[in-house]
């Protein structure tokens, strides 16, 4: 439940900073393709990530106490976070590159 809202909440900040820019007359299109890209490659590192750590057999002994259910949600989401923002900066930057050198190149002349 949590991650969902998260999730939802990175989508809103993402389009925010879509309609920012569009109204500062920047490239919005390329900042559209840019925070698509690294949502959807950071959530899904994010995800990937969190489910290996809950199901590793490290998770499946800690959660087997208290104190191991909280060491073990720490981790999850310390994992998840750390893969999404890395996934997110990847995506971003190839997505950035990719947006660039479509745009040098001449489709229909």
Known sequence: ?????LVALDAGFRVSKVLKAKEQGKEWEKT???ETAGFGLGTAAGIAAGEYVIGSAVGVFLASTPAGWIILIGLGITAGYGASKFGDGIGQYVAGKTYETSSSIRWFD
């Open 32 to 34: 559209m393709v840019k």
């Open 1 to 5: 439940m949590i991650g969902n809202s």
